[in-house]
């Protein structure tokens, strides 16, 4: 089966749009993971929303600027952000699977299911406690998120690599590939130990290969979007309960 996204074509300097929108991530990860360190945030909610906001900002900034600078300012077209009902189901199965595997390398890495005992703070309910407890890792994360890794930084590895060459299963194969220890490097970049770094690297890179192979056979992000709703809210909505 030839990849539905191979069909598509690859605006240029996706690559390097995308490897920048990684770098600007890490170091404004770094900074603001230095300033709460000397406490410089003392707000616990403010502290987790800025945590969101400063991946969110290049990750959707380099969407944009590849888009509506580079491509053809359609995010249809060039990222694949569309979505069709067929897409619930293989997002749903591949995000419990996913959870599934993470499952296990937690208990591996652990001794016990990495969410167990996780706690959201105290459950007031209000506009702010639901964007921050809620909508920004349930909702907000994973659209962004996959947008950048399975839209950007996926479709132009691809289209660098059919570039070269190689058969579309080849490109495909290997923008999933990049993608996905892309998308494990960026979430290890703050873990606090070796076996955190390990556990939670291979749980995304896990992750990754299913939502790339899903963003690729598809042709559009709207399965992966699913799957990693799944995957975070599986997590999540048990804490809260």
């Known amino acids: 089966m030839t990849p539905a996204i191979d069909r598509e074509p690859q605006p240029r300097f996706g690559v390097e749009i995308a490897a920048a929108g990684v770098v600007a991530a890490v170091l404004l990860v770094a900074g603001l993971n230095s300033l709460l360190s000397r406490g410089a945030v003392l707000d616990q909610q403010l502290g987790t929303l800025l945590g969101y906001l400063v991946a969110w900002v290049p990750f959707l900034g380099a969407v944009l600027i590849f888009c509506f600078g580079f491509g053809t300012r359609s995010l249809v077209r060039d990222i694949g952000l569309r979505f069709r009902p067929l897409d619930l189901l293989w997002g749903l199965t591949v995000g419990l699977v996913a959870r599934v595997l993470a499952t296990i390398v937690e208990i591996a890495g652990y001794g016990q299911m990495g969410s167990a005992g996780a706690t959201l703070g105290e459950p007031v309910r209000d506009l702010w406690w639901l964007l921050v407890v809620f909508l920004a890792p349930v909702v907000l994360s994973p659209l962004i998120e996959e947008m950048f890794f399975r839209g950007l930084v996926l479709r132009s590895v691809q289209g660098a690599a059919s570039g070269r060459g190689v058969s579309a299963a080849v490109a495909g194969g290997t923008a999933v590939v990049v993608s996905a220890v892309?998308?494990?490097?960026?979430?290890?970049?703050?873990?606090?130990?070796?076996?955190?770094?390990?556990?939670?690297?291979v749980s995304t890179f896990l992750f990754g290969l299913g939502a790339g192979a899903l963003a690729v056979l598809t042709g559009r992000l709207g399965g992966a979007i699913v799957a990693h709703v799944t995957f975070n809210a599986l997590v999540v909505v048990p804490a809260l309960l």
């Open 182 to 201: 892309v998308f494990a490097l960026v979430h290890v970049i703050d873990t606090g130990s070796v076996t955190a770094t390990v556990v939670i690297g």
